[in-house]
C-alpha cells in the first residue's frame, strides 16, 4: 500500500466515525490506510469494527500507568511503532498534552458535533440545541493544547428543526460527521493543506 499515509485512530466509544474512515480508506475514496486503533475503554465498540476490518487494535487504560505522561507516551510509542503519520481523534474522550501534540506536530486531527467556536466541549449538540441555533453542524479540525481550538479545515451545517430533540440533531450532524471527517483526511493526506496563521486553505 505504497504511497497511502498511514494513519492510527484513537476512538473511546461506539466508533461511528472510526468505521466511515475505514471504509473510505478502504475504498480508496481516502488516501490513507488506518493501521491501527488505540483505545482507553475495553469496552469500546470501535474494537469490534477494527475486528471487522482487520485493522490490529490495543486497549491502553489509564490504571495501568502512575503518571498521565507514561500514560500517553505509551500511545505515542505504539503509535510510532505502526509507522503512524496521521492521528485522528474520532470520540477519544481525553484530552492530549504537550508531549503527544509534539510528537506528531500539525498531524493530530479531530471531529467535532458543533460548528465551532460555538459550542466547544462535551455534549455539543445537546449544548446547540439548547442554546436554540437554527442552525448547527460538525467540524473537522487540528488539535492544539485547547478544548477545540485548532485550526478548521472542513465544516458542514445542518438545520435544526422546531421538532428536534438533543438525539435527532445529533443524528442529522452525525451523518455529516461521516461525509466530511475522511474528507479532511484526504486533503491532509494529499499535502493540500497550507496554513496562513491559524487559516487552513485547502489547494487545488
Ligand atoms: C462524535 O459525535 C464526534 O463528533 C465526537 O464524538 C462522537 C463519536 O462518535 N467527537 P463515534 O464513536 O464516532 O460514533
Known amino acids: 500500500m505504497a504511497g497511502l499515509i498511514k494513519i492510527g485512530v484513537l476512538a473511546s466509544g461506539r466508533g461511528s466515525n472510526f468505521r466511515a474512515i475505514a471504509q473510505a480508506c478502504a475504498s ?4 490513507g490506510e488506518v493501521v491501527i486503533l488505540l483505545t482507553d475503554n475495553p469496552q469500546a465498540g470501535a474494537l469490534k469494527i477494527a475486528k471487522e476490518f482487520a485493522i490490529p487494535s490495543k486497549v491502553i487504560g489509564r490504571k495501568s500507568f502512575s503518571t498521565r505522561d507514561e500514560f500517553e507516551e505509551a ?7 505502526y509507522g503512524v503519520e496521521l492521528v485522528c481523534l474520532a470520540g477519544f474522550m481525553r484530552i492530549l498534552h504537550k508531549p503527544f ?5 500539525k498531524r493530530i486531527l479531530n471531529i467535532h458535533p458543533a460548528l465551532l467556536p460555538a459550542f466547544p466541549g462535551l455534549e455539543a449538540q445537546k449544548q446547540a440545541w439548547e442554546y436554540g441555533v437554527k442552525v448547527s453542524g460538525c467540524t473537522v479540525h487540528f488539535v ?19 421538532d428536534d ?24 493526506a494529499e499535502g493540500k ?12
Open 144 to 162: 492544539d493544547a485547547g478544548v477545540d481550538t485548532g485550526s478548521i479545515i472542513l465544516q458542514a451545517t445542518v438545520p435544526v428543526l422546531d
Open 101 to 105: 501534540l509534539e510528537a506528531f506536530p
Open 165 to 188: 430533540t438533543p438525539e435527532t440533531l445529533a443524528a442529522r450532524i452525525l451523518e455529516q460527521e461521516h461525509r466530511i471527517y475522511p474528507e479532511a483526511i484526504s486533503f491532509v
Open 75 to 81: 500511545f505515542v510509542n505504539t503509535l510510532k511503532a
Open 28 to 31: 480508496g475514496r481516502c488516501r
Open 193 to 204: 493543506i497550507k496554513f496562513e496563521g491559524r487559516m487552513t486553505r485547502v489547494l487545488k
